[in-house]
């Protein structure tokens, strides 16, 4: 039994911790820049100045970013989206002011009484303003469409009319013709207006809005209206800015500016609160009589300052330039009938300057 007797051989002696010690120290050695960017830079012994270069450069890129921090901070604090900015992102750009929009000046000519010249101020004031360089438009809102045949135009031939306008709804540049000025024109139909709009709503507004298709497009809109303070009158009030009643310088035809006063009241209370009267015109004056001269005085007494300062004297040249299709300026361009509207234009845009 020798091999009971054979000696334990002894296991191999442990290594020794240091080497491996070494091994450890000499890795972390080489992996400390990469995992620790915070720690402290040896300084270079060939280098004294070498270790205070770095520090400043650390504390100088620490402190660019710590700049990078708050910057990014204060610009998610300042800029964090809400609900509104998904809705409208554009809310903070700035807002584009759009240029105020030139309409144009509606002056009505009315008068209950006929005969009194409303038509034959009507064309011709408008042709004196587009003499003077002025876009005019003409609307003849009288069924007898006098203003329209003063044009050239037979009121028994057009398609399409004022009435299509007010009834239908119609856009008014489909009816307005060119001639001396440009003229919204009128039909027989018309006479059926006041009946066919007596169930629209708004119907007193109905020119009002069809004017606004071209107000942009001319410096002066001048109505005729009928002579009645009907519907039709109404409209003509409605829309406008300003007023100018022609008076025949008699007694009779003084007595109807009462009532539309009273008209025009109701209109300012109720449906046009900025409409006024421009003024009031004497008209077929004939200075060869009293009575005439009369006439005039009381006007003035009445009326005052609301008086025009032009007068328009009785002329033969007024009642042959519609037969010709045109106003007196062209018909008789140097005549006195020509010059008392162009009188009259002078102080209607001396008075809307002023």
Avoid: W
């Avoid at 008699?250 to 900025?274: A, F, H, K, W």
């Amino acid at each position: 039994m020798g091999f009971l007797s054979r000696k334990k051989q002894k296991p191999p002696p442990e290594e020794t911790a240091e080497p491996m010690a070494e091994e450890l120290e000499e890795m972390e050695k080489a992996v400390a820049p990469a995992e620790d960017s915070g720690a402290e830079a040896r300084p270079d012994p060939a280098r004294p100045d070498a270790g205070a270069e770095e520090a400043a450069a650390d504390d100088a890129g620490a402190e660019e970013a710590a700049a990078d921090v708050s910057l990014k901070e204060s610009d998610l604090s300042e800029g964090r989206l809400k609900a509104a900015d998904l809705i409208a992102p554009s809310r903070h750009e700035a807002p584009v002011e759009e240029a105020p929009v030139k309409t144009a000046e509606v002056i009505a000519f009315a008068n209950q009484k006929g005969g009194v010249a409303k038509t034959t101020t009507t064309l011709n004031l408008a042709v004196a303003f587009a003499e003077s360089g002025h876009r005019v438009l003409c609307v003849d809102l009288d069924p007898q469409g006098n203003l329209t045949m003063s044009q050239g135009i037979d009121p028994d031939m057009v398609e399409k009319s004022l009435f299509d306008v007010l009834v239908h709804d119609m856009p008014i540049s489909e009816i307005i013709e060119h001639r001396e000025i440009d003229i919204a024109v009128s039909s027989i139909d018309l006479a059926g207006a006041e009946i066919a709009m007596s169930t629209k709503i708004g119907r007193e507004r109905s020119l009002e809005k069809a004017l606004k298709e071209v107000a942009g497009d001319y410096d002066f809109v001048c109505i005729d209206t009928p002579p009645s303070l009907g519907l039709l009158t109404v409209n003509a009030l409605t829309a406008a800015d300003k007023v100018i009643v022609p008076v025949q310088c008699e007694y009779l035809s003084m007595r109807g500016l009462v009532q539309l006063q009273n008209t025009l009241r109701m209109i300012q209370e109720n449906l046009n609160p900025d409409v006024k009267i421009e003024g009031i015109l004497p008209t077929m004056l004939d200075s060869r009589t009293v009575h005439a001269k009369e006439a005039v005085e009381l006007l003035e007494e009445s009326f005052g300052e609301l008086v025009f300062k032009s007068r328009i004297r009785k002329a033969v040249k007024f009642a042959e330039a519609p037969v010709k299709g045109s106003s007196v300026l062209k018909y008789d361009p140097s005549g006195n009938a020509a010059g008392y509207y162009r009188d009259l234009a002078k102080e209607v845009l001396t008075n809307g300057s002023s």
